[in-house]
DNA sequence: GATGAATGAGTGTTCATTCAT
DNA sequence: AATGAATGAACACTCATTCAT
């Protein structure tokens, strides 16, 4: 027990400061607050850690890491299959987005990727459902204040290479850059969305499929000029 | 003149809370700060306003009134359009989603309703875009920390009452409320993405035509097991 | 006595930060002791001064800037005399020391310069002891902390207009700069001195024509080579 | 190797300690800081030392007593000289100053005494520059934050006892305390001043006769009622 | 011999708010 | 109607020091 202690008043440390960034976002924390609930003096947070923004970010590190590698390693592996050009069969500028969709839903079937990436993501996320609420809602004042504009920006990197190889099949003008920026958000949002609503992992995996249809459908609707698929 | 002097104060007060609110948020924001700008000492803020957060709300009250209020009689619209029941031809339990959307976007060309609702928003919205910027994104720590969910439910309320219309004319059941709910939630925070993105109004509106089109794609696709329109 | 409060108030301040500035010195003196001993709250200095370094500032920059421009305008005479070319009978290169030293004492009998200057000096920086002791023993961490540097090295300008017209008259070569230095030091430093060991100012002046005729011994030994005046 | 580790460590905490004095102070070092340095932790220090500032003293001990020691010794070297009675051959009362200085110059010539001592003094304080410097400008806090002072004042009791003799030949009547404090005062800070602008001891020394030769004018100056040896 | 953990009082500073005038 | 003075609690953070191990 004694030789614990120390460790476990680090976790103490970081059980109240955990649950007071949570109550009042990082800038209104209080240490002395989180220090009083850890049954600790104020000095000791900075023996644990530099600053207040460390005790946070010592809670949201490696959480907020793992997010962000995980949809850096999807993005990755979704540019190889597209260097693998499974499109590379459609004429370009005379295919049209039917064509494209098959292609699309057929690797999706085999892969399910968009859901299987969905469901990596949901057992990070809900893993430490405090702390991904910490980094998605309470992180304002600390690096992580742009975690999510951060995502957003680099799937938008992913779905620009979609939006300009299927520009180019159906022989579109590029789609504009805040189109693509909005799709974006739209995907990294409905994840975020779903995660602060839905505080059961396996109920938001069932809601999955659908939003990802209705992502999918809104997404391939850029691609065309009809009013909608009628 | 004496008369006026008290108003203009208030108005220097305002004007200098603006600021100050836009550049630190709410919480960040400094009385003194304020009330240095304003020419003024800090007791006067007191005389006008009950407290901070008064000073706050005296901004952007009937601004976010205003927002609140078009989306709410956008609402009551299209309630009395779906009670005058464009829809009543449809038989309950056999109709397809083709058939609806053709209603759907009839009634649409005639008014174009959404767009038409799109411009008003950015009218007001567009019209003090300083103000909806702190409504939006400053607001932390007041009443209106939660406007943008206020909107959001209130919208909930309206999609619902499509989905059930169609659900029960498709012969499907209910969508999930959650999804519901997802579905508002894209729809609002595609105008607040769009308004935090594009500072120029004009040409914000030139994007609603194609992000329209997408939302209602999504919209659909709720309504359909097929995997997309194909 | 109400409307007078304020100015009372801040003189309260003032008057507890002289005496815990002179007891423990600008760095290790408190505000938190300043103002429990003025009988005001933390809050108070905040609002008569910036922070604590303008709080030492208010207590002695007046005082500092009158010695300063004392000092300045007592150079700026000196050099003027000089310019009037006192020395100007004498022949350059072929002159001797003490044909320097009569036209030197000549006018310094009329004006006994050095000597009214050193009283005026007095005047000020005995007007008030506290302030001066403040500036030249406790004022490491302001921006006063090198004022003494500052004062030796503007009398250093002085003296080296001296130095450079004797020696050009002796035909000696210049003055080495650090003894040009040294010889400021010593004499800003006998003024120093003096004050902090003897605290009454007329028995400090009672001392200064031996010191000063000490001083002048001192300099004007710098431009013979023989052992000493003998 | 274990039992020299303790004293290494003891060398790398005061090495540490040296480093952070010289850029802080005494009063500003952090001790945390040292430690961190010394690559040791917190503790450490207290085993080898009581407290901050007997690591302080632990620095500089030696080299303030044998600066201080060579100054006694000198002093006491000088007394005895004076004690041997170069002057008894003049007639008290009756003498001039003239004559007392032929004989203390002979007697320099002879010892170049003043010389010497000053270059043993620089072998000192230059062989440790670092420590001196700490000595003299970074210990206020610290009992040596006098030294200064008690350097000057035993200087004077040396002092004291060549103005009483010479006064006693001269027929004078003593000169004031507080002018012998003086003299001490400029000699003591002529030493330091140079050693403080002057970084290179050969440079230093060079300095030496011109500044004792002035020191010397002052000192005699002091004797003599005329306005200045003409 | 030295560590590493923890203390607790201390720092200067900022804040929204109050209130007599 | 507005001032200007003052409050007092709060803030993050630093410090020299202690002590069980």
Redesign the pocket.
Known sequence: M??S??E???IKLLTAAKKEFLEKGFLN?????ICKNA??????V???FK???ALFSALIKKHADSIYELLCSHITAEKEMLEEEKYSNLEKGKTNISDIMKIYFQHDNEMADDMIVGQKVFDIVYGNYDLTLLLLSKSQGTEYENFIDKLISMSEKHIFLYCSLFCNLLGMKEIKPYVVHWLSHLMINTYISLFLHIKDKNEAIEHLPVLMKSLQAAFFSIFSDKPLFL
Chains 1, 2, 3, 4 share one sequence.
């Open positions: 004694n030789q202690t120390t476990e008043n680090r924390a209080s240490l002395r607050t049954g600790m003096t104020t000095g000791a900075y023996f644990f600053d207040k923004e």
